[in-house]
């Protein structure tokens, strides 16, 4: 399997891939094209296996500012594997493969909404995430943070700035 940068001409496969893998029609594959236009992408990629796209990861920026300091987070939008390759390690390899990019990208964190079953192999935790000030619509509904810098999210008050288009009814 080989990990590359999403590009435009993916968009159409892309979009393929996320509405088999929800199965909800089009409703999040209209959400990732949606976060494409609306939100600032910091990284998309794209999982192959020979010629066919069988995983998508899509992460924007979600700055947070930690004691009155601006900081670089990530949000995760999206993930998804082709509905025949599920559980197979798809999803985790552009998880890996994501926060190690963002590492060395200099982001210091990053949060998504996800089980906590699957998102804590990586170390995702609702614990840190309970500490962010966020939108209420995020929180509770498997809001997980991971620090990708040691202390990143450690100051007295943690804000969150989502786009507007990752947090229902634009609330922010």
């Known amino acids: 399997m080989i990990i590359r940068?999403?590009?435009?001409?993916?968009?159409?496969?892309?979009?393929?891939?996320?509405?088999?893998a929800f199965g909800d029609g089009d409703e999040t594959a209209d959400f990732v094209a949606a976060v494409r236009r609306e939100a600032e992408v910091c990284l998309?990629?794209?999982?192959?296996d020979g010629e066919i796209i069988v995983g998508h990861a899509q992460w924007c920026a979600a700055p947070m500012t930690v004691g009155g300091r601006e900081i670089r987070t990530a949000?995760?939008?999206c993930l998804s594997a082709a509905p025949n390759r599920q559980r197979g390690g798809i999803g985790?390899?552009?998880?890996?493969?994501?926060?190690?990019?963002?590492?060395k990208a200099g982001f210091a964190a990053a949060s998504l909404l996800g089980d906590p079953a699957y998102y804590e192999r990586f170390g995702f935790s609702p614990d840190l995430a309970a500490r962010i000030d966020a939108p209420?619509?995020?929180?509770?509904?498997?809001?997980?943070?991971?620090?990708?810098?040691?202390?990143?999210?450690?100051?007295?008050t943690v804000r969150a700035e989502y786009p507007a288009v990752v947090v229902p009814d634009g609330l922010r």
């Open 5 to 20: 940068d999403e590009t435009p001409a993916d968009a159409e496969a892309v979009r393929a891939l996320v509405s088999a």
């Open 92 to 103: 985790s390899r552009l998880v890996r493969h994501g926060l190690d990019l963002l590492r």
């Open 75 to 77: 949000y995760l939008a």
């Open 136 to 156: 209420h619509r995020v929180r509770g509904r498997g809001f997980q943070a991971l620090e990708l810098e040691p202390g990143a999210l450690a100051g007295q």
């Open 44 to 48: 998309a990629e794209v999982a192959f």
